[in-house]
């Protein structure tokens, strides 16, 4: 089993940054892609960003490309997310997920997710 933790989250102008964090716990997280989704209140969720375990290669969502950073830190046991240039459309839960396969954009199947951790950008 993996536990996942995400912190970070909190309230920020637009145009400033903010950086998340999501702790492993139970098994390293070296061996399984991660990711990050998000889910505005009143919408579905959203894929956001993802990591591979293979390579470190990324992919993200063209909502954020440029804006935001995926990286691990297997020593850490720690994904993160660096936001910046947030924008007021960027306010969502933003949650942690994790996977042996690649973390598939339509977040479906998934093995293991955080709780989630509250962002808002205001205006």
């Known amino acids: 089993q993996v536990q996942l933790v995400e912190s970070g989250g909190g309230l920020v102008q637009a145009g400033g940054s903010l950086r998340l964090s999501c702790a492993g716990s139970?098994?390293?997280?070296?061996?399984?892609?991660m990711g990050w989704f998000r889910q505005a209140p009143g919408k579905e969720r959203e894929f956001v960003a993802r990591?591979?375990?293979?390579?470190?290669?990324?992919y993200y969502a063209d909502s954020v490309k440029g804006r935001f950073t995926i990286s691990r830190d297997n020593a850490k046991n720690g994904v993160y997310l660096q936001m910046n240039t947030l924008k007021p459309e960027d306010t969502a839960v933003y949650y942690c997920?994790?996977?042996?396969?690649?973390?598939?954009?339509?977040?479906?199947?998934?093995?293991?997710w955080g709780k989630g951790t509250l962002v808002t950008v205001s205006s």
């Open positions: 139970g098994r390293t997280l070296s061996s399984y892609a």
């Open positions: 997920a994790a996977d042996r396969r690649l973390i598939p954009v339509a977040g479906t199947g998934i093995a293991y």
């Open positions: 990591i591979s375990w293979i390579d470190d290669s990324t």
